[in-house]
């Protein structure tokens, strides 16, 4: 009887180890398990956080370029606004200028037209009043066979034509000025007229220039008739 | 366990939270340069406009300087015709007059000028009568036409 008792004793002990040993081993097993599940769990995090970790240093990268960006843009807006003030500023001075310039041209235009005007109706008068003039002196030239022509040294020259029958044409002349008295002064006679000097007195005397003339032209007939 | 779940979730909460700050940021910051952009641009292109009316400005003016002096050119060249009309007037038209009034004072004859061509026709203002001229230079020679006006010229002193 004890040793059936032991011997069943021995079987609950052995059932009892056997049994105990497969729990223990089964819990190990479960442990284990666990903490190879809890291993893993955690080694995802880890990746996830990696993952955030970088995706957020990409942001605050992301986010310092366009910082940058902005930076750059501002100074060149502020630097382009700066510019474009000067350049309207500029234009407006242009367009004062041009305004002035063109007010100012036009208003010489006018002047010179006006002028321009003024000086052709002078001309025109002038060259009518040269051309009755002219007209006038050839006349007298012609018909009265004398020209007087101004020369150097406030000099009056007188040339008669006509009066040498067989060449009209030759010309017969003296000169004639004033002198530092006022007085009237012959010289220069072409041919020699010796009775020059007597008209000379007396035309001094008498200041009668026409009958003076008259009187040169007969010396001179006179002189071709002998 | 469960504490420990709550704070996690709590965490988690505000991670994301953050997260979204960020991102808006983020977003705000690239918004804010793509109109820093579009501003650039529209300052770039106002500047090529004003830089081109600048230019249109610049070549009017050009332009209008080179009138200008073209416009001195006119007012010398008016000056000098002024000086010539003003020499006409103050030298050549004296002078001619002081001619013709001299062959006048001389012959003391009036021509008629409007008389047919040939025709010698005008007056001789003698001391005490006018006397009438008429000959036909047709008919007669130069010198017998000289000799007979000139002695209607008085030889008396």
């Known amino acids: ?226 | 366990m469960g504490r420990s779940t709550v704070a996690s979730h709590r965490g988690q909460a505000e991670v994301l939270a953050m997260e979204e700050e960020v991102a808006q940021s983020l977003l705000d910051a690239k918004e804010r340069a793509h109109q820093g952009g579009v501003e650039l641009q529209q300052l770039k292109a106002e500047l090529r406009k004003a830089g081109e009316e600048d230019t249109r400005l610049k070549a009017s003016l050009l332009q209008l300087t080179r009138e200008l002096e073209e416009l001195k050119e006119i007012e010398a060249s008016l000056e000098r015709q002024e000086r010539e009309v003003d020499e006409d007037t103050t030298v050549t038209i004296p002078s001619a007059v002081y001619v013709a009034q001299l062959y006048h004072r001389i012959s003391k004859i009036e021509w008629d000028y409007e008389s047919e061509p040939g025709m010698v026709k005008g007056i001789h203002h003698g001391p005490s009568v006018a006397q009438p001229i008429h000959l036909d230079s047709t008919q007669l020679s130069k010198k017998f036409i000289s000799d007979y006006l000139w002695s209607l010229v008085d030889t008396d002193w």
């Open chain 1, 1 to 226: 009887m004890i040793e059936d008792e032991l011997a069943l004793f021995d079987k609950s002990i052995n059932e009892f180890w056997n049994k105990f040993k497969s729990t223990v081993s089964d819990t190990s097993c479960g442990m284990v398990g666990l903490r190879d599940t809890y291993k893993d769990s955690i080694k995802a995090c880890g990746e996830k956080l990696s993952v955030k970790l970088k995706e957020e240093e990409r942001m605050v990268e992301m986010f310092l370029e366009y910082q940058n960006q902005i930076c750059r843009q501002n100074n060149l807006i502020q630097e382009k606004k700066d510019n474009l003030l000067r350049l309207i500023a500029e234009i407006k001075d242009k367009k004062q200028e041009l305004e002035v310039l063109t007010a100012n041209i036009q208003d010489l235009k006018e002047e010179y037209a006006k002028k321009k005007e003024t000086i052709s109706a002078a001309n025109k008068a002038n060259e009518e009043r040269l051309k009755r003039l002219q007209k006038s002196a050839d006349l007298y030239k012609d018909r009265l066979g004398l020209e007087i022509r101004k020369i150097y040294g406030d000099k009056l020259q007188f040339i008669f034509t006509n009066i040498d029958p067989k060449h009209p044409e030759n010309p017969f002349m003296f000169s004639l000025h004033l002198n530092e008295a006022k007085e009237y002064e012959v010289s220069d006679s072409a041919p020699h007229l010796e009775c020059l000097a007597e008209f000379q007195e007396n035309v001094r005397k008498t200041n009668n220039f026409s009958a003076f003339l008259a009187n040169v032209r007969k010396a001179f007939t006179a002189m071709v008739y002998n």
